[in-house]
């Protein structure tokens, strides 16, 4: 018998910390294959199963729970997402059972105790290491003046994307750099910073292309950097007039102090060059179009979309289905499908495939294709070209990536074409 539900909303959880122990876990951290941590609370026992509370948990609250700053009660209380319990039997030949707590019902016989916090002293993972430590400077070019908090809001969430791409780079997966806190100073942002032995030598050298490179897309390119993410963190930086530190914690090792002139002469030769490059983020790796549908339908009711629901196996496949969609802009970047996506569940299937074909087209990838073949629709492009059109335009992806995400463009090709 397994304590952990066996249910496709939570996929293969595994036990990754243990906080309280009493004839077994009574509070304990799980993780499933795609990286999502929840966070499992025992609230009952019958002869035949345990009853739990389970709730979703980012890495940002996980830190502050087990470093006692906040209470358990608090992920229950405030949560960052659905709210279940959850029934495992103890015959292991039945179903977990498991229902939404709207916070309404959330009670105080199966909520936490108000004054409990978890002993950060017990707890062995997930504590924040010195030398994954870093700070992110964002300071105002006026050294008088304080960086406005848009400013600090946008800047921060492009060096995020920055690192992840460098993260990237490196051939490093499943990490990503997490606020911890600030510190006093114009603006001081501690970041838990992954690989940051790694990484920190390719940020010296990218802030150091940005200021002075007179060829910084090629130099950006050789790093195999996403130039998407280096134009965008280089836009916040004009536009909110700010300069940069970046580097472990009180040693700042990069910066980006750069005038707006050669900002501005950086950015004209990046998006000249950049004119027929397509980001890694924006090819779609999803075969089969009613897959992508079959999304939005589910999303529409309100439903969870799981490996089931879709035909699929894995909650990987699941998340490259719910790209594919953001891709074609019927799902919101949170993955809630927005006002496109309630209109085009009206559609009949022939106008469904009109509209996919036309949104496909004006996607970064599809118009990508379009210019770089030469042609004004996707009925004129030869499918197998779509290997080709990667490997030059998309510098970022192996030959072996880029074999594998263009069977998704000549699919999409094949299928969209008789409706254009």
Excluded at 291 to 300: A, D, L, T, W
Excluded at 347 to 356: A, E, G, P
Excluded at 367 to 386: F, H, Q, R
Aim: include cysteine; hydrophobic fraction near 40%.
């Amino acid at each position: 018998m397994s304590i952990l539900p066996n249910t496709p909303y939570f996929g293969k959880l595994t036990i990754k910390s243990v906080y309280e122990f009493y004839d077994g876990p009574k509070l304990f951290l799980a993780v499933n294959g795609t990286g999502n941590h929840f966070i499992s609370f025992w609230i009952d026992s019958t002869d035949e199963y345990d009853e739990w509370l389970y709730s979703s948990i980012d890495q940002d609250r996980l830190i502050e729970l087990e470093l006692s700053k906040i209470k358990l009660r608090d992920i229950y209380t405030y949560p960052s997402d659905y709210i279940f319990r959850v029934k495992t039997f103890f015959d292991s030949s039945l179903s977990s059972e498991l229902n939404e707590v709207p916070l309404v019902k959330m009670t105080e016989d199966i909520l936490p105790p108000h004054d409990y916090f978890i002993d950060g002293k017990r707890v062995v993972t997930h504590q924040i290491e010195a030398q994954q430590t870093s700070e992110l400077y964002i300071k105002s070019q006026q050294n008088r003046e304080k960086p406005k908090l848009s400013t600090v809001g946008k800047v921060s969430d492009a060096f995020s994307q920055l690192y992840n791409s460098v993260l990237r780079s490196l051939d490093i997966s499943g990490k990503y750099i997490t606020p911890i806190d600030a510190r006093t100073g114009s603006f001081i942002l501690r970041l838990r910073s992954p690989q940051i032995e790694q990484c920190l030598p390719v940020i010296k050298t990218i802030f150091n292309i940005l200021n002075n490179s007179s060829a910084p897309y090629e130099d950006l390119v050789s790093l195999n950097i996403d130039i998407s993410a280096a134009e965008r963190f280089l836009e916040e930086i004009v536009d909110g007039k700010v300069k940069i530190q970046f580097g472990l914690e009180n040693k700042f090792e990069a910066e980006l102090n750069i005038t707006e002139e050669k900002a501005n002469e950086t950015l004209a030769i990046l998006k000249a060059a950049s004119a027929s490059y397509v980001s890694s983020l924006d090819v779609p790796q999803a075969n089969d179009l009613h897959k992508v549908f079959s999304i939005i339908e589910i999303k529409s009711k309100g439903d969870f979309v799981t490996p089931e629901s879709l035909g699929l196996t894995t909650e990987r496949q699941v998340a490259y289905y719910l790209h594919a969609a953001r891709v074609l802009g019927l799902l919101s970047s949170s993955n809630a499908i927005n006002s496109v996506g309630y209109q085009f569940i009206a559609l009949d299937h022939s106008q469904r495939m009109k509209v996919t074909a036309i949104r496909f087209e004006s996607s970064a990838c599809g118009w990508a294709w379009l210019k770089w073949a030469g042609v004004t629709k996707i009925s004129e492009l030869d499918p197998n070209t779509a290997t080709q059109f990667l490997i030059e335009t998309c510098k970022t992806l192996s030959q072996d990536t880029a074999e594998r995400r263009a069977k998704t463009l000549q699919r999409w090709q094949i299928d969209l074409s008789p409706f254009r």
